[in-house]
């Protein structure tokens, strides 16, 4: 979970999302890259050797000016890259250019999944992540509330760690939210798995 402060709209903390970096980290058996740490730069350095990205944070549905919609809020610093500052932004442009070479990415923030739709389908960061290598994305289909989606998030971590089956881990973990929160889905259905399952 990055430190978040993109202008001109100051994006507020979520601190479950920093709980879920470091539940997800302990079971993955690695170091999560939380605040100040989550850089774009350090971000962009580990992604090519990365066999899972879970990313815990502000998804952005704007275009901000890129030919692909969408973004990802990571923490900004002042380095200046080329003419601008680096204001902590992952554009789903930006990530088509990458080498992906995880199994699977997991965007644990809101809206991952929407953009813009064209006769091809959905063009956005899901699409972004596909094109860049992942066999596997899971992306949420609406805006999600923060401590709620880290629980979601840790139980799907916990259930692909003892079965390896990307698609029914997710649904084990909704249906488990779901007895916690049986009169509100907001809470427990918003993600999907787009790609391969297993």
Same mark, same amino acid.
């Given at each position: 979970?990055?430190?978040?402060?993109? #202008? #001109? !709209?100051?994006l507020?903390?979520? #601190? *479950?999302? @920093?709980?879920?970096?470091?539940k997800?980290?302990? /079971?993955?058996n %690695?170091?999560a890259?939380?605040?100040?740490?989550a850089?774009?730069e350090? /971000?962009?350095?580990? /992604?090519?050797?990365? $066999?899972?990205?879970?990313?815990a %944070?502000?998804?952005?549905?704007?275009?901000f000016?890129?030919?692909?919609p969408?973004?990802?809020a990571?923490?900004?610093?002042?380095k200046?890259?080329?003419?601008?500052t680096?204001?902590?932004?992952?554009?789903?442009?930006?990530i088509i250019?990458?080498n992906?070479?995880?199994?699977? =990415?997991?965007?644990?923030?809101?809206?991952?999944?929407?953009?813009?739709?064209?006769?091809? *389908? =959905?063009?956005?960061?899901?699409?972004?992540? /596909?094109?860049? *290598?992942?066999?596997s =994305?899971i992306v949420?289909?609406?805006?999600v509330?923060?401590?709620?989606?880290?629980e979601?998030?840790?139980?799907?971590?916990?259930?692909?760690?003892?079965?390896? &089956?990307?698609?029914?881990?997710l649904r084990?973990?909704m249906?488990?939210l !779901?007895e $916690?929160y049986? &009169?509100? #889905?907001?809470k427990w259905?918003?993600?999907?798995?787009? *790609? @391969?399952?297993e």
């Amino acid at each position: 979970m990055p430190r978040v402060g993109i #202008p #001109p !709209k100051q994006l507020y903390q979520l #601190p *479950g999302a @920093e709980k879920e970096a470091r539940k997800i980290a302990k /079971i993955l058996n %690695t170091k999560a890259l939380t605040g100040k740490q989550a850089t774009k730069e350090t /971000i962009l350095k580990r /992604i090519p050797s990365a $066999k899972i990205i879970h990313l815990a %944070t502000h998804g952005l549905l704007d275009d901000f000016g890129e030919r692909v919609p969408g973004a990802l809020a990571l923490t900004p610093n002042t380095k200046v890259i080329g003419s601008k500052t680096n204001e902590g932004l992952l554009t789903a442009t930006e990530i088509i250019n990458l080498n992906i070479n995880a199994d699977l =990415v997991v965007l644990s923030a809101c809206d991952t999944g929407r953009g813009k739709i064209t006769s091809d *389908g =959905v063009i956005g960061l899901s699409r972004a992540l /596909i094109t860049a *290598g992942t066999p596997s =994305v899971i992306v949420s289909l609406w805006s999600v509330p923060d401590a709620p989606t880290a629980e979601l998030m840790t139980e799907f971590y916990r259930q692909l760690k003892l079965t390896g &089956d990307k698609a029914q881990s997710l649904r084990h973990a909704m249906l488990k939210l !779901k007895e $916690k929160y049986p &009169d509100t #889905p907001r809470k427990w259905a918003a993600f999907t798995l787009i *790609g @391969e399952a297993e």
